[in-house]
């Protein structure tokens, strides 16, 4: 750990310890220690070889969905699902601050459900989960499991429709619902905790304009667009960070 990180998290402490309403927005960074990838780094989803003959981003589509249900699927399995991770540190370092009293909300875009593995209760899933999924035709709902255990396309035992992640894929909307209670939760807070993401993929990225309060951190590997309007910018794993911050605090 270099001194540098050590007094950025010390200062990252002392602003979490003088806000009324903390609120954490989380990306796919935040999991990267979990064994999950990223999406845009070097070693990131869309740099690796997907096996087929369309991008990635297109196999994440409404239109592939559609489509191409069974290259969807094949992708969506093997990419997309991580059943053996385990939240991390920095995962269970949120979850305590909630329990304590100090972290008003998560609103994630991640869709691995490792908030709330973690024991976070008020976690907002702007992206949706993998571990819900429903059937397109009578509207019966599986979990996780159903969808590791099926081959090919998943269908509907009660009905044979085709059973789809309950996750937004890029050309559909988002929840309207979800969007409020995402917006709600950023524009009340007086402390803004953006961690693990890059804040290039819109509307998620959007959320951080309603924020109005005192202090903006952000933590994140690399820089962002909005690191000049930030009280702190700290460029490292969030991991890291709460492992300082969980030694210092114990």
């Not at 908030?115 to 993998?130: D, K, L, Y």
């Not at 992640?165 to 950023?186: F, I, K, N, T």
């Not at 951080?208 to 590997?221: M, S």
């Amino acid at each position: 750990m270099t001194n540098n990180l050590q007094e950025q998290s010390l200062q990252l402490a002392s602003i979490i310890k003088g806000s009324k309403r903390l609120v954490a927005l989380t990306g796919a960074g935040i999991s990267v220690p979990s064994g999950i990838p990223d999406f845009r780094s070097a070693t990131g989803l869309y740099r690796m070889e997907n096996g087929g003959a369309f991008s990635a981003e297109f196999m994440l589509s409404h239109t592939c969905f559609c489509r191409y249900p069974e290259e969807f699927f094949r992708f969506y399995r093997q990419k997309m699902l991580y059943p053996d991770a385990k939240p991390n540190v920095a995962h269970r370092w949120l979850a305590r601050l909630e329990a304590a009293g100090i972290l008003s909300a998560i609103v994630t875009q991640n869709i691995d459900g490792l908030h709330t593995a973690a024991g976070s209760r008020n976690v907002i899933e702007f992206h949706g989960s993998v571990h819900r999924n429903y059937c397109t035709a009578c509207g019966a709902r599986y979990g996780l499991d159903f969808i590791l255990t099926t081959d090919g396309i998943a269908r509907c035992p009660q009905c044979g429709g085709i059973v789809r992640p309950d996750v937004v894929l890029y050309e559909e909307a988002l929840d309207d619902g979800v969007v409020r209670r995402s917006v709600d939760a950023v524009a009340s807070a007086d402390t803004l905790l953006v961690i693990g993401t890059s804040l290039i993929v819109y509307p998620a990225a959007g959320l951080i304009e309603y924020f109005g309060g005192r202090n903006l951190v952000l933590i994140n590997k690399g820089e962002t667009a909005f690191d000049r309007k930030a009280r702190l910018v700290i460029n490292a794993d969030v991991a890291s960070v709460a492992e300082i911050l969980n030694e210092k605090f114990k």
